[in-house]
């Protein structure tokens, strides 16, 4: 089935430094991508939808100036958060789409901001 | 906006048994619906998908879909302490769209 790696899978960041978390399909050309947060006990949250060569597409509520998605290639997506704060400590998980199948998701990323 | 709503629970259901999960939501025009199962820490990893009313079963598990009563639903038969975890229902408009999660539902296999 279709796989989706997430890279790092935990980081640890002091607060006001920026951190780039990496999307990839590794089997399949992904057209779109999406970028979730989920908070300790909280439902899955979508951020983001990413769409190769054109600008992601954000979520009320979410600042795409902090939260920076890029999206080069039909493989990878890369979510940067800027100026991190202790607030953006979160599990943050993308999932990818082939047009066809259902989402699967990466390992999902854990971002702890001192 | 798009709702969808879940018993947080916990449930628990002993070994052996049926584990029934329910799910509700609000956009009607959604037209495809999905079950995730996460543990704790981990990401969600997709148990099964239905587009269309009615049942759809893919070896313990049955998914349920009821589009005029906006009701989807998760049956997991001969329950196993291994499918103790986290059940997140979420739906999507079709197409390339995000998914809308519910906060999900914690159950737990009793040995």
């Known amino acids: 089935g279709a796989v989706v790696s997430q890279h790092p899978s935990r980081v640890i960041c002091k607060s006001g430094t920026s951190v780039k978390i990496e999307c990839r399909s590794l089997d399949f050309q992904a057209t779109t991508m999406f970028w979730y947060r989920q908070f300790p006990k909280q439902s899955l949250m979508l951020m983001a939808t990413?769409?190769?060569?054109?600008?992601?597409?954000?979520e009320q509520g979410v600042e795409k100036d902090k939260f920076l998605i890029n999206h080069a290639s039909l493989t990878l997506s890369t979510l940067t958060v800027t100026s991190a704060h202790p607030e953006d400590s979160s599990f943050y998980i993308c999932s990818a789409h082939d047009g066809n199948s259902p989402l699967h998701f990466g390992n999902g990323t854990r971002l702890t901001v001192t | 906006q798009k709702e969808v709503e879940q018993n947080s629970g916990p449930l628990s259901v002993p070994e052996g048994a049926i584990a029934s999960l329910n799910c509700t939501y609000s956009d009607r025009g959604s037209q495809s619906f999905f079950w995730y199962r996460q543990y704790s820490g981990k990401s969600p990893e997709l148990i099964m998908f239905?587009?269309?009313?009615g049942d759809k079963e893919d070896g313990r598990f049955t998914a349920q879909l009821n589009k005029a009563s906006q009701y989807v639903s998760l049956l997991i038969r001969d329950s196993q302490p291994s499918d103790s975890a986290t059940y997140l229902c979420a739906v999507n408009g079709g197409g390339a769209d995000g998914l809308t999660f519910g906060k999900g539902t914690h159950l737990i296999i009793q040995p």
């Open positions: 990413s769409n190769e060569g054109s600008k992601a597409t954000y």
């Open positions: 239905i587009y269309s009313n």
